[in-house]
């Protein structure tokens, strides 16, 4: 991954406040993957941030990308929210690949219901 473009944007949803960070990885021109993360305010309260999506193309997976490009989306999470775990939505497919990173399952709790996975802090 030669080169990544991340985008901000804002979305309403539900009557909260959603700041979503696009990541798209490139190889040279060649778009390859990309990830979403959305962090939530419910008025000046953070919820979880939390990565709601991450594809890698199919010819670059299994070569590490995938790996760089969760990273990135961690640190750029980190600077703005050091102190959250991130939340996860995760396919079952995905899992062991998350879990390689640190993401553990969480069981279904009223206030993590769209979660599969958290990474806490200082993991």
Do not use: N
Not at 19 to 42: C, L, M, N, P, T
Request: hydrophobic share 35%; charged share 30%; glycine share 10%.
């Amino acid at each position: 991954m030669t080169r990544l473009h991340v985008k901000r944007s804002l979305a309403y949803s539900d009557g909260r406040d959603i700041s979503a960070i696009e990541f798209i990885a490139y190889d040279g021109k060649q778009k390859i993957g990309r990830a979403v993360a959305e962090v939530g305010y419910q008025g000046a309260h953070i919820t979880y941030p939390v990565i709601t999506w991450l594809g890698i193309d199919k010819q670059y997976q299994r070569k590490g990308y995938g790996t760089k490009l969760a990273r990135a989306v961690e640190r750029e999470i980190r600077q703005g929210i050091p102190d959250r775990p991130i939340g996860l939505v995760a396919a079952e497919s995905a899992v062991p690949f998350w879990e390689k990173l640190g993401y553990e399952r969480v069981p279904t709790h009223r206030d993590l219901q769209r979660y599969t996975h958290l990474k806490r802090l200082g993991k």
